[in-house]
């Protein structure tokens, strides 16, 4: 009997074939993308072939087939779905257009917004309000709601769309909504909210739900297709659909919530690295899959994947549970490229199938990471694919001296090496952040490398880490096919119950959990699990007070006594805080958000035999090849296959199989695991940073050392972005996102920037010299400094800096900042502006530079200062600890940059990219006509005088230099739209940078050629 496995990806359908005792069988064909049920025939048929059955009698010896496809992906990315039609709470149907306010670039001032999955024609209103306690204020009125019914009926819609306010706390409405659709439509594929995701925040629960009948009936055709071609034969076993939680479902309950096998290939290869990691040992893995367009990160802790309910596919949100898969745009096919301004860029463009990397020889001319490793002698040409394509080396060294080598003044091989250098660095960073904003350090984890791109890759990504160990399995190539045999039934169930933990009513906490372990178990029941084979797990959405970000702890015993219970479960959800944060805020108010159940039904498990160990000491070279790296060397390479378990290959060295090539560097060692798979041993001293390139800060830095520094440096900026979001308090900053993040140097230079507020950035380096001129020489290492005042480098009141200087050796090198939008900062009104005021001291209390921290001690009488002005000074301290546990993490992130490079070479790195930016703009600057050119806004008014306040520009353009004036705008006025030094700046700059080229750097280079 056997057990299958198939992924429909975009190129190739994989498919594996497993029994039990015996290795698993690989298999692959070419996708049909116009019918990918015919493409899954023609690769079982050619399975069957290969064990000697007809097509008949190999099914009928399955036991059971699991697939996984990219279809209801396809449909969301491609816009290729069913016409939805959408009813909401009267008032409510354009919150699908209005999304939740930001823009994903703050920058494009011509960024178009994304298209709405169901246009305004398709969006009705029912009368009805349930209100946020779940009592009903206005009754559903059915005859108006039949009305609306038969004109999207008119308007021919394939499907519908239910969302009400409120419907997770009481459904009532909705379902009896859902009664009426079947009633007059039987057989309409209908999404009620309350079904899909009964959770709170009404825009993840519109999206999702809209996205589950948008894909629906597509995915239902697909499947009836499927089932259509299987019914002339004899199946024996069940056929199950893989889903995006990591477990596996019927084709009726894939079909009834689609939106559950969005990015259930990707799964897949997570499900199948946890299984490699429980075979071999490894518990805790850094999964990476690299393909030709992407690569895809996830982590796995404890041998089980992590999940995240917060996903966007397609530009829409998806708040199903999914296991946490963070794609990159870095696979084989990155296109490398050299910027304006002189750095080296890989990805996020890619070359695709078609033309692919030039060295495919189909028109491409590009240089991708492919043809880079196919330049240093990585790749075999002639074996590429298992020898059904070849690839052309020439073409490959020619795209890569012309569009990379030449412009930086490089070789050939040292820009081929350059590229795979930025590309692994891009990837590491990836997992980085990946990583911090999950709560772990990537160096206590395993790595687990699949794809076709991996091999080459992974050692330098592990190393950038300092990640020692390597797995890279026998079935790398089809790895998310042989997930799916890894997998079980697996149902998610949810109920939000917002509530404070204390004083909660545990009666009801303990009905739902139970309502949902019942609904689970008979569910799994009555696909006949037996009861021994279920497993439920339960646990709670939590967060401090009136934060946005969730964190999920497990549920303690709800049997034990309620003042146990309490406690444990408050410690529980403090503990993982702190894990994740390194920090908790244990006088902060706990507060119940959503109780969640997994209910799995545990499936057979073919795990591969372990191989024989045959002569492990006696190892047969395929081959010799000239691989580079830093120079020529000659290295064996050796076929997979042929490598019995526990055969020690030593670096440097190639080992390669149809599909796979595996690079072993200098010093790293890999050693053949009992099932085939290859156990990397990565040497954390050749760390392959730029140590050995810049030796001195009089150096100019090699251009791959200035594309990695500025990799690691946008990254740290990045990171802190992430700190910030996920920790504050105020929904200004963790749902509004007012704030910014940002790195100075020494002399107050903007280096990088995380995601900002455009007008706070380029104020930032002047709040940064305000600092430095104040407290001067007497600043040490631990301080910390607080100022708002805009007559310091603040914008307004409301905006709080947080300054962290970073010393290196005793010597100022680095400022870790943050700026954030605080709810209160004292004044006549909480919030964001005081529209009545006539002076700065009606606004709040002014901050001038202060020292918040004293060499690492809190400033504690300061801070009771600060808080004792506010009214929420919960929430205020709060938002305070999240700017500087912000700027904490960038201080750790750049004193390990430093301890990797030393202060010279990074410090000549950093000027050289502000230098590069500088080139950049004068470039930009120098296209326009010189001359002055004016222009000229209009403020209605400042809410005191009745007339317009004119702002007036006058731009001299002198070559590759640019002069502002606004001298001749409006004087002071009465009300509070005045605007200080450093505001008018960082305006300024942001106008610049509206305008730019987009993949322009934001640092202070940019300003340099502005006056």
């Not at 038969?150 to 409120?166: M, T, Y």
């Not at 925040?201 to 071609?229: A, C, H, M, W």
Request: charge should be negative; proline fraction near 6%; include cysteine.
């Amino acid at each position: 009997m056997y057990v299958i496995g198939i992924d429909v990806g975009g190129t190739f359908t994989d498919f594996v074939v497993a029994q039990e005792g015996r290795p698993p069988r690989y298999f692959k064909t070419a996708s049909t993308p116009n019918d990918p049920s015919e493409g899954l025939m023609t690769g079982l048929n050619d399975a069957a072939s290969a064990h000697g059955l007809s097509l008949e009698d190999f099914l009928a010896s399955a036991d059971m087939i699991i697939h996984g496809s990219t279809v209801a992906t396809n449909t969301l990315v491609e816009r290729k779905g069913a016409k939805v039609g959408l009813i909401t709470t009267d008032g409510f149907r354009d919150l699908l257009e209005m999304r939740e306010g930001l823009k994903e670039d703050r920058y494009n001032l011509r960024m178009t917004p994304v298209e709405p999955l169901v246009p305004r024609y398709l969006r009705a209103e029912a009368s009805e309000r349930v209100l946020a306690d779940g009592s009903v204020k206005v009754a559903l009125d059915e005859d108006a709601l039949n009305a609306v019914l038969d004109g999207l009926k008119d308007e021919g819609v394939e499907s519908l769309a239910v969302c009400f306010l409120f419907s997770y706390l009481n459904p009532a409405h909705e379902d009896r909504v859902g009664e009426i659709i079947q009633a007059k439509f039987p057989g309409m594929y209908t999404s009620l909210s309350s079904q899909v995701i009964p959770q709170i925040k009404e825009f993840d629960r519109l999206s999702t739900t809209v996205i589950n009948s948008y894909v629906g009936p597509v995915l239902g055709r697909y499947l009836e297709s499927l089932q259509e071609r299987l019914k002339s034969f004899r199946q024996a076993g069940d056929f199950l659909i893989m889903q995006s939680n990591g477990g596996v479902a019927p084709i009726e309950d894939s079909h009834r919530l689609a939106v559950r096998s969005i990015l259930s290939g990707p799964a897949g290869g997570v499900s199948g690295a946890a299984a490699y990691g429980r075979l071999v040992g490894a518990s805790d893995i850094i999964a990476f899959d690299m393909g030709g367009t992407s690569t895809d990160i996830s982590l796995i802790e404890d041998g089980e994947p992590h999940l995240s309910t917060e996903k966007f596919e397609g530009g829409w949100k998806i708040s199903v549970p999914m296991i946490d898969i963070h794609t990159m745009g870095a696979g084989g096919g990155s296109i490398a490229s050299v910027g304006p301004g002189g750095i080296m860029k890989v990805g996020p463009e890619s070359a695709g199938a078609l033309p692919g990397p030039a060295s495919y020889g189909k028109g491409g001319e590009l240089p991708t990471v492919t043809d880079a490793n196919l330049a240093l002698g990585y790749l075999n040409p002639d074996n590429f694919l298992g020898g059904s394509a070849k690839l052309q080396k020439d073409l490959a060294e020619k795209a890569v001296a012309e569009h990379v080598a030449q412009p930086l003044g490089l070789s050939m091989l040292e820009a081929a090496e350059g590229v795979s250098t930025v590309v692994s660095t891009s990837i590491a960073e990836g997992i980085r952040l990946m990583s911090v904003q999950r709560g772990v350090d990537p160096r206590r984890f395993t790595m687990l490398a699949f794809g076709g791109a991996a091999g080459l890759q992974a050692g330098k990504v592990a190393r950038q880490l300092q990640v020692e160990k390597v797995i890279i399995p026998a079935a790398a190539a089809v790895l998310s096919a042989h997930g799916m045999l890894s997998t079980d039934l697996k149902y998610d169930y949810s109920r939000s119950y917002p509530a404070a933990l204390v004083g909660i009513d545990l009666d009801s906490v303990k009905k739902i959990v139970a309502n949902m372990e019942t609904e689970g178990r008979n569910k799994l029941l009555g696909q006949g699990v037996p009861e021994a084979d279920i497993e439920i797990s339960v646990s709670a959405d939590m967060r401090y007070l009136d934060q946005i970000y969730d964190v999920n702890v497990p549920l303690p015993d709800l049997h034990q006594d309620p003042e146990t219970l309490l406690s444990q479960w408050a410690e529980n959800f403090h503990q993982r805080y702190r894990e994740l944060y390194s920090y908790s805020q244990s006088e902060q108010e706990i507060r119940l958000v959503t109780l969640r159940a997994t209910v799995v039904g545990r499936l057979p498990k073919f795990d591969p035999p372990p191989l024989d160990s045959g002569n492990a000491k006696t190892l047969k070279e395929k081959a010799r090849r000239s691989i580079y790296l830093g120079g020529w060397t000659e290295a064996p390479v050796y076929e997979i296959g042929d490598l019995p378990p526990g055969s020690l290959v030593n670096g440097p060295a190639i080992l390669e199989s149809d599909f796979t090539t595996v690079l072993i560097e200098p010093g790293d060692s890999a050693t053949i695991d009992p099932y085939g798979g290859i156990e990397l041993k990565v040497s954390l001293e050749a760390t392959g940073e730029a140590t050995d390139r810049a030796a001195t800060a009089t150096d100019r830095p090699d251009p791959v050392t200035l594309a990695v520094v500025e990799h690691r440096l946008e990254s740290i900026a990045l990171e802190m972005t992430e700190v910030m979001l996920r920790t504050a308090m105020s929904q200004i900053l963790n749902s509004s996102r007012d704030f910014s993040t940002c790195i100075l140097d020494a002399d107050c230079q903007l280096v990088a920037q995380g995601e900002g507020i455009p007008v706070h950035v380029s104020a930032l380096p002047v709040a940064g010299a305000a600092v430095r001129d104040y407290f001067g020489d007497s600043m040490a290492e631990g301080d910390l400094f607080i100022l708002n005042d805009p007559y310091f480098g603040g914008s307004h009141l409301p905006d709080i800096t947080i300054i962290k200087p970073v010393f290196h050796e005793g010597k100022l090198l680095f400022y870790g900042v943050n700026r954030a939008h605080h709810s209160d900062v004292g004044g006549g009104t909480h919030g964001g502006y005081n529209p009545r005021a006539t002076e700065i001291f009606q606004e709040g209390i002014r901050i001038p530079p202060l020292k918040l921290y004293d060499r690492g001690v809190p400033r504690d009488d300061v801070l009771q200062m600060l808080s004792a002005n506010v009214r929420q000074p919960e929430n205020f301290l709060g938002d305070l600890n999240a700017q500087i546990g912000s700027v904490m993490i960038a201080a750790k992130r750049i004193a390990e940059l430093l301890d990797s490079y030393g202060a010279g070479p990074l410090l000549a790195a950093v000027e050289e990219i502000l230098a590069a930016t500088e080139r950049q703009v004068r470039q930009f600057i120098s296209e326009w006509p010189d001359g002055v050119y004016h222009g000229e806004s209009l403020v209605d008014d400042d809410g005191f005088d009745n007339k317009l306040i004119p702002i007036r520009a006058k731009v001299t353009i002198a070559g590759d230099s640019m002069t502002i004036d606004l001298s001749e705008s409006s004087p002071q006025v009465t009300g509070f739209i005045n605007s200080a030094y450093a505001n008018t700046r960082s305006l300024a700059h942001a106008a610049i940078m509206y305008i730019a080229p987009a993949d322009l750097a934001k640092n202070e280079g940019s300003m340099r050629p502005v006056e």
